[in-house]
């Protein structure tokens, strides 16, 4: 069986050549929403777990609001002009095509576990698959045709539009439900409310 390798551990194994060829590190950016602490903090072990006497890697952090193309251009410009082999990061549907544009014009890898783009992009490394295609097998594989879609992210919506037009093909009923406004302080009632109106729809039909 052939075995799939993690993305990011081969690009480490790349750039470990190049420490161990004469390099005295490897530097690697880091660009971050303001408040992704966790995400931070997860970036900031891996390069300590990485990283060795014979192999130093040295990041490079930016905190900034990721929607903002005009901030990320800066950034990304900062972080390439210290040299850096690759960015780790996120984006927004904002500024994804100005980090796109720039991965391919500079030829610096782009890591990062945001949504998934469509189509392939060079620079880009997804540490998040792509659910459209299995989410539409796993409709088909149980003959669903009528459900409903919750969703509360662009990447949701984005998915919610490939649904919608197998849909329309597949002569499916699907009614989509947008709970990304609902408050924290009330979400669990308000679930409980929402999947009990969905089943008293149910059994009315």
């Not at 014009?105 to 880009?124: A, E, K, M, R």
């Not at 308000?190 to 109106?197: E, P, T, V």
Request: hydrophobic share 40%; with cysteine; glycine share 8%.
């Amino acid at each position: 069986m052939e075995k799939i390798v993690n993305p990011f551990v081969s690009f480490l194994l790349v750039l470990s050549g190049c420490a161990l060829g004469g390099s005295p590190g490897v530097q690697i950016g880091g660009l971050f929403p303001r408040g992704a602490d966790q995400e931070y903090s997860a970036f900031r072990i891996g390069m300590v777990q990485f990283g060795t006497l014979e192999f130093r890697l040295t990041p490079h952090i930016d905190n900034l609001e990721v929607a903002n193309s005009f901030a990320v251009t800066n950034c990304f410009c900062s972080q390439f002009s210290r040299g850096v082999y690759a960015i780790f990061g996120f984006y927004d549907k904002k500024s994804v095509n100005t980090i796109t544009s720039f991965c391919g014009t500079l030829h610096v890898s782009f890591i990062t576990p945001s949504f998934p783009l469509d189509g392939n992009q060079q620079f880009i490394i997804q540490m998040r698959p792509d659910i459209k295609g299995p989410l539409l097998s796993l409709i088909e594989y149980y003959k669903w045709d009528k459900f409903a879609y919750l969703y509360d992210s662009d990447r949701g919506l984005t998915t919610l539009q490939v649904v919608l037009d197998t849909a329309a093909e597949k002569k499916w009923q699907v009614t989509a439900i947008n709970v990304g406004n609902l408050k924290d302080e009330r979400k669990d009632e308000a679930y409980r409310s929402l999947f009990q109106d969905l089943e008293n729809k149910k059994r009315g039909e």
